[in-house]
């Protein structure tokens, strides 16, 4: 949530900060600002609203300067406002911030009866005063940054310019991640490698409580205790152009039609296409452990949710499933000697980092799945598997997702075979299936009308019910929340059984319930539930396979079906997630919202 960047540069700076926020616009984009220092003066430009508000602000009233920070808000406190955008500046600071100052109020408080004069509703602007209060009682500009810091509680990623010190630019790190890059005569500073890319791949992470000191020519780093520190420059070469529609008209759609090589990128990475054997760059120990405890938010709760089947089915181990922001404070107690198993696209969601930290603190051995390399989870888990999705920029997680359960499924295999569990051709066949999605979800991406129709079912609905059992339950659940995030319509995913329980009052003619019934152990059921639905007059939409569409025949169900290809245990889920995806896309398009930037949200979320 926020994005930040940052230039000290050899030439003129505002345009290309205004560039870059357009990287981390997926971060938030409720408002957004830069500021420039020039020749001892602080120059502001801030808008309203998403960056085309900003560029227009810019365009109308240029600022200059070397020198300069910007920022893309995602509101936490007060609301969207030209006056609550960052940079917040007082006659001598100028400050970007991303995370939550938690001790605000008593701040404010305190420096209100010192005479300083606030004019935004948000925890950031004490950081502007509580500077300017420093430097007014006689501190250097770094004294005043360093003194600063012990005031502050909570998250933050700082990054704060100085009126009396030129060609300085001052940043720190607790909670909420940051990264400088060095270029040639320039250095930069940015939530994330992606802000840095086209201008460079020499980059530097800051660790937890880290602060520094950077000009164009160099960074002097200082750790918690303010010791200075040397911090590893690394190569990470990032592509630019993922930040870009590549003609599609939403990132969302780009990602989702990616998929096949997402997948196939992810799955060979793990599992050799031609002797069709593992081949993970970590051997983690699986015969050491008696359970896994599994915690992710959104999404990635929903791989976890499918991971929980599978493992124990054919890994034969049991697995416990949380959501991160409920794990946290569940003291929920931890074999010693467990794992722990964390999936994260961004690595950056703070509800998930805590709860690594947390696991790690109670002696658990931390596996993380992550897509984004470097990022805080990545660096903190004792092993990391990559999902190869690329940059996923839609808030709207696709490509990750799937890409997730591919890695999530070899872990499966690799704990099944270690574990004396599942044979040699059995493993072999679990294999090719996951080395032949790309080809599937392929296919399933030319069935692009078949969506575009249940869409137009799904337009004018209020709520939508998503049902289906085993590993199509969560698959129902991840369903749901597509459609809720970018259509705006309420839906529930449910355990199909469980629909009788309750939900089933809702059955009417005005509620679309999709079902999710591939032919697995669990098909006829699903399909009773859905006879369930029609008895009750609903209007129902069955995605299912050749062996779904003969039963539905066969006992004359009324109801529209979606034919997808035979699937199985491991493929299932993650292939029937491809047409979830486009259905919610295609309905957000008939309904006119905002599909890669809905209201309310923002991609990568490192506030609690
Ligand atoms: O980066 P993460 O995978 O940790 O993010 C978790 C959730 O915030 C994320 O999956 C969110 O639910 C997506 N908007 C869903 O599409």
């Known amino acids: 949530m926020c994005g930040i960047v940052g230039i000290l540069g050899n030439k003129p700076v505002a345009q290309r900060l205004i560039d870059g926020l357009k990287r981390l616009e997926y971060r938030g984009y409720d408002s957004a600002g830069i500021a420039t220092l020039e020749s001892g003066l602080l120059h502001v430009c801030r808008a309203q609203g998403k960056l085309v508000a900003l560029q227009s602000a810019f365009d109308s009233s240029p600022i200059i300067g070397n020198l300069g920070i910007g920022h893309t808000r995602w509101a936490t406190h007060g609301v969207p406002s030209e006056v609550n955008a960052h940079p917040h500046v007082s006659s001598k600071v100028a400050v970007v911030h991303n995370g939550i100052i938690e001790n605000y109020a008593h701040l404010k408080e305190a420096l209100i009866k010192k005479g300083h004069a606030f004019v935004s509703q948000t925890d950031t602007e004490v950081v502007t005063h509580t500077i300017t209060d420093y430097l007014n009682q006689g501190l250097s500009p770094f004294d005043a940054f360093k003194a600063s810091l012990k005031d502050f509680h909570g998250a933050y990623a700082l990054a704060i310019l100085i009126k009396d010190t030129p060609d300085t630019l001052f940043v720190a790190r607790r909670g909420s991640p940051l990264v400088v890059g060095f270029g040639d005569g320039e250095t930069y500073i940015g939530s994330d490698a992606l802000v840095l890319a086209p201008w460079t791949k020499q980059l530097c992470y800051l660790e937890e409580g880290d602060y520094a000191i950077l000009t164009p020519e160099k960074a002097m780093f200082y750790n918690e205790y303010g010791q200075s520190v040397d911090r590893p420059i690394k190569t990470i070469s990032i592509n630019a152009d993922a930040v870009t529609k590549g003609g599609y008209d939403h990132f969302m759609l780009k990602e989702i039609f990616e998929q096949p090589t997402a997948v196939k990128e992810t799955v060979e990475s793990l599992i050799d296409p031609v002797s069709e054997r593992l081949k993970l760059p970590v051997d983690v120990d699986w015969n050491a452990i008696t359970k896994i405890t599994m915690v992710a938010c959104g999404t990635s709760y929903f791989s976890t949710a499918v991971a929980k089947y599978w493992f124990e089915m054919i890994a034969k181990l049991p697995v416990e499933v949380d959501i991160a922001s409920e794990f946290r404070y569940r003291e929920s107690p931890l074999p010693k000697g467990g794992a722990a198993l964390f999936i994260s696209q961004s690595g950056e969601t703070i509800d998930t980092l805590e709860a690594m930290k947390q696991a790690k603190e109670m002696d658990q051995t931390t596996i993380v799945v992550v897509n984004v390399p470097e990022s805080s989870m990545d660096r903190l888990a004792d092993y990391s598997f990559h999902t190869k999705a690329g940059p996923e920029i839609g808030v709207a997680s696709t490509k990750a997702f799937t890409c997730q359960l591919a890695v999530l499924a070899t872990l499966c295999l690799d704990a099944a075979i270690k574990r004396g569990v599942l044979s040699d051709v059995e493993a072999k066949e679990y294999a090719q299936q996951l080395l032949n999605l790309p080809n599937e979800i392929y296919g399933i991406l030319q069935k692009e009308s078949d969506y575009q129709q249940v869409a137009e079912t799904l337009k004018p609905a ?54 999710l019934a591939p032919f697995d152990k669990w098909m006829v059921k699903t399909l009773s539930n859905l006879q369930e639905v029609i008895a009750r007059g609903g209007i129902a939409i069955c995605f299912t396979d050749r062996i779904g569409r003969e039963h539905i025949q066969k006992d004359q169900i009324p109801t529209q079906i979606v034919e997808m290809p035979m699937t199985h245990l491991m493929t299932a889920p993650i292939l029937y997630a491809v047409p979830m995806q486009l259905l919610s896309y295609y309905t957000a398009l008939l309904r006119g919202t905002d599909v890669d930037q809905p209201r309310n949200l923002a991609k990568s979320v490192t506030v609690e």
């Open 462 to 515: 209020r709520d939508a019910l998503y049902l289906g059992r085993g590993t199509s339950f969560p698959i129902a659940m991840e369903g749901a929340l597509k459609l809720k995030e970018i259509s705006y319509i309420h839906a529930e995913g449910y355990a199909a059984g469980e629909m009788k329980h309750g939900p089933i009052a809702l059955i009417d003619q005005l509620m679309p319930v999709i079902v």
